[in-house]
């Protein structure tokens, strides 16, 4: 196997060059703790000070509200149990949708069990949410809702303007899964009206292990995690300044050429399924046409198995993946899919194609050839029918 072809940006990112360098000069030249209070500590939080200053002007914040953590999972974690444990006096109600990311899913799970209560709202078949089902789950108990903005199986953007002003005028905490989010879609917290934000720097060409939370000042939350009271208390363990560093200049460079990146990838994006709709029948778009960013296509191959595809795509060097990383190795059919679509043929004959800005349309080409052909091999060997079939009987 030679050359290999990477289509699962979705699930992780490779490392820009860029953000490489800055993080490790910065392992290089600063190492001391940024509490310590002589002179490596002070450079070193200074390095801290000025990446917390660089994530804030991207996304519109105030430095002194972006706080670093492991990533968009702990960032997830921190805002949704953090909020509910501290403000449960208000209310015990928590809003959630049917497709978000499991470090929400799971989160709002583990808070059952403390006695709070979760509504998920349900998607269409486009993989939107279902805004007047939302206005409906509201209480008068409902604390927090979170929404994320962007899908990361199905690419699919949400309406939050129309979520988060709705939130405003009710008094509720709004929380938005921003991970998929940064470098597709532009984001200003203040406009926006977002309380509180998640993302992670690997999914925009930063290194794994390091993620921010944006809590709009003023909020009240308790920290998930006990300790030196780094990061104001919130979030306590001797700050990675390297990887603070790293974060800050991925968020940069995502978020400073969202439109151009955004055609390029539109341009793939139109490419590869004006390719597959010439060459492979039977294949359908999950998810909404428009509102989606354009590096994700996830596409189900009517009648196949998903993961065999994945497999077989795999060894002709392509990394795909059937939804997201998390549910790769479960046996159960994607919670997005069957929230949208409730068919778990479907669920389980689709596959994600995640675009990365390197990809020429010579790959893509070979990406559609080694697909055409897999295709039909697992059709015929197909323990499902194709649907035509059934219906016919
Ligand atoms: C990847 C991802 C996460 C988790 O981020 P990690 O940094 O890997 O913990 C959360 N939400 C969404 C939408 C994601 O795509």
Known sequence: MEKRIYLDNAAT???S????????SSFQQTFGNAKSIHSFGRDALTELENARETVAK???????????????????????????????????????????HDSIINTCKDLEKEGFVVSFVPVDRNGIIRYVELLKAVRPKT??????????????????????????TKEIVFHTDAVQAIGACPVDVEKNKISMLSMSAHKIHGPKGIGVLYVKSGLKID????????????????ECVPLAVAMAEAVKDATENIEKNNQTLKNIKRYFLRKIKQTIPAVELNGHTRDRIPANVNLAFEGIDAKALVMLLDMSGIAVSTGSACNA????????????????DRARASVRFSFGLGITPGEVDYVVDCLAKHVKKLRKISPYKIKKDKEDK
Do not use: W
Not at 17 to 24: E, G, L, Q, R, S
Not at 223 to 230: D, F, L, N, R, Y
């Open 13 to 15: 990112t490779e490392i």
């Open 17 to 24: 060059a860029n953000v490489y360098k800055k993080m490790i």
């Open 58 to 100: 991207c996304i519109g914040a105030k430095p002194n509200e972006i706080y670093f953590t492991s990533g968009g999972t702990e960032s997830n974690n921190i805002a949704i149990k953090g909020f509910a444990r501290a403000n449960k006096n208000k209310g015990n109600h928590i809003v959630i949708s049917a497709i978000e």
């Open 223 to 238: 920290p998930i995690v006990s300790g030196g009271g780094q990061e104001r208390g919130l979030r306590s363990g001797t």
């Open 143 to 168: 604390i927090l809702v979170s929404i994320q903005m962007v899908n990361n199986e199905v690419g699919t953007i949400q309406p939050l303007q129309a979520i988060s002003e709705f939130c405003a």
């Open 329 to 344: 190795g479960s046996i159960n059919p994607s919670h997005v899919l069957m929230a949208m679509y409730d068919d778990e």
